[in-house]
């Protein structure tokens, strides 16, 4: 097997990020995916990120495990051939602006005719319906409504986004997750699909925590506090005496006491406040002094070990060139190695979770352009001119 989601066919008519790394972790785990671009206008993500000799990095990873064919949608037909994918088919991913398939004949009504079982995951910024609906939006701008970026960032500073798609990735993770429950709810209900409405905002709301209800309940919105918890403490970032930084968290009480015990500070651990994370959190200044201090004398080597053999969380502030040594990331093969057309072997994130039973697998990396029109075409039984003509047409 290559996964639970073998004989699960995918298309992914989705760009740039959320919806093709659902698709993608959908292919991670067995599901056979088409990446469907447009003839003249390819996925931007091919040119998101850095190449190497023309090759586009990223999307080398997020368009892994996919076939890829060219057809243009909006083509009455192109449309014709989409319907035919479609008809055996049980997913179809798509993040185009509200309507826009049902302005190509595609929408739903006419999709689920054709094949009743069909799951339609739709991704926008603000979902399918209400006062935004319409609105272009892209992580930046969710990341920014969320609640994360008036977190994130020093306490004294502005608000920060993220260097990163965060919003999109978080989405993304969501939208497998959801598809996986549509397949699930097919099966036990007499194989009826449905459509999924994921907008990008909502999972990041539910990531960034606890704050809506703190706003409705008390009133309140929490404020920046750097790299600090409201929380824990001590809780922040520490510098070795050999330049690097280390991360300590303590949401355990039994943790926070092996730490302070660890930095030579036991009589802290009898106060009244130091019984709950909150009450420590409004004792940041003399716990991070207390843990900052013993760090800065040592180096990252001496305090992991230190940390490691009192039983305390710590962890190295990594780039990611340090991930690829890291022996529990290899151990456990959280990266792996595929072997590329073009690049030759390359390394990059392997599927997300480790199964017994029915594991995931990386069976080739991102495809080129349209590198697989040909041999979708002829397996729904178009003949060799017809497929010349598809081309020469601008179909495909």
């Known amino acids: 097997m290559t996964g639970p989601l073998e004989g699960i066919k995918v298309l992914d008519i989705s760009t740039i ?16 995916v088409i990446k469907i671009e447009h003839p003249t206008r390819p996925d931007g993500m091919r040119g998101h990120g850095l190449d190497k000799d023309g090759h586009p990095l990223w999307w080398t990873m997020v368009s892994r495990n996919k076939r890829t064919m060219t057809l243009n949608l909006g083509n009455e037909q192109g449309a014709e051939i989409f319907r035919r994918l479609v008809a055996d088919a049980d997913v179809v991913v798509e993040n185009f602006r509200p309507g826009t398939l049902e302005r190509w004949g595609l929408g739903y009504d006419v999709l689920s005719a054709d094949n009743p079982g069909l799951i339609l995951l739709r991704v926008t910024g603000f ?6 609906s319409k609105r272009p939006a892209f992580g930046t701008l969710v990341e920014s409504m969320s609640g994360f970026a008036h977190l994130t960032g020093p306490a004294d500073g502005p608000p920060t986004l993220p260097a990163f798609g965060l919003a999109d990735s978080l989405a993304g ?17 007499g194989g009826k699909g449905q459509v999924i409405d994921l907008d990008l905002l909502s999972p ?9 209800i703190y706003a409705d309940q008390l009133g309140i919105d929490l404020e920046r506090t750097g790299n600090r918890s409201s929380n824990n403490a001590p809780r922040n970032l520490y510098k070795t005496s050999d330049g690097f930084w280390l991360a300590i968290s303590t949401s355990a009480n039994s943790i926070a006491e092996r730490v302070l015990r660890l930095v030579g500070h036991a009589e802290v ?9 909150r009450e420590r959190a409004a004792h ?8 900052g201090g013993w760090i ?7 305090v992991v070990a230190e940390f490691e053999k009192a039983g305390a969380a710590v962890a190295p502030v990594y780039k990611p060139s340090e991930l690829l040594d890291d022996p529990q990331v290899n151990a456990i093969e959280m990266v792996t190695t595929v072997e590329d057309e073009d690049l030759g072997p390359v390394r990059m994130q392997n599927v997300m979770w480790r199964m017994g039973e029915s594991p995931g697998s990386i069976r080739h990396t991102g495809r080129a352009h349209g590198a ?13 001119d017809s497929i010349e003509e598809l081309h020469r047409s601008g179909v495909v």
């Open 17 to 32: 990020l959320a919806g093709p790394l659902v698709a993608q972790i959908l292919g991670d785990f067995g599901a056979e």
């Open 127 to 132: 979902g399918q319906t209400g006062p935004y």
């Open 173 to 189: 993770i969501a939208g497998s997750s959801a598809v996986s429950m549509a397949l699930l709810h097919r099966t036990n209900n």
């Open 204 to 212: 990041i709301m539910t990531a960034v925590g606890p704050g809506i």
């Open 269 to 277: 651990i009898d106060e009244p406040w130091f019984a709950t994370g």
């Open 284 to 291: 940041a200044d003399l716990l991070d002094g207390y843990v």
């Open 296 to 302: 800065g004398d040592r180096t990252r080597d001496e």
């Open 372 to 384: 697989d029109t040909d041999e979708v075409l002829a397996e729904l039984g178009c003949s060799a």
